[in-house]
């Protein structure tokens, strides 16, 4: 089982930046595709951003792009997520998700972190 937990959100004031980590656990992390989702009260689960395993190669929601990015240290078991020019748009809980292929459908993920708050002021 790949456990996940993530951290870094907080509350902020718009055109602030955050850094979201997320650090997973099991030897095969180098081979999972991670990606990162969130989840604003009364909407569904939103898909931002992903990152293939070893490739690096990365896929970025359009509302988001130019102003998130997403990476990973393999040799750590980490993924980022930047977050620069935060909107109150971006206000959400996000969630750090593993699966095998990268995919920005939710239910492509098989494992998931508890989320973290990210409040953004206007």
């Known amino acids: 089982q790949v456990q996940l937990v993530e951290s870094g959100g907080g509350l902020v004031q718009a055109g602030d930046s955050l850094r979201l980590s997320c650090t997973a656990s099991g030897r095969t992390f180098s081979s999972l595709n991670m990606g990162w989702f969130r989840q604003a009260p009364g909407k569904e689960r939103e898909f931002v951003s992903a990152i293939s395993g070893r490739s690096g190669s990365t896929y970025t929601a359009d509302s988001v792009k130019g102003r998130f990015t997403i990476s990973r240290d393999n040799s750590q078991n980490l993924v980022y997520l930047q977050m620069d020019n935060l909107k109150p748009e971006d206000t959400a809980v996000y969630y750090c998700?593993?699966?095998?292929?990268?995919?920005?459908?939710?239910?492509?993920?098989?494992?998931w972190g508890q989320g973290t708050q990210v409040t953004v002021s206007s």
């Open positions: 998700a593993a699966g095998w292929i990268r995919s920005e459908r939710a239910r492509s993920y098989e494992y």
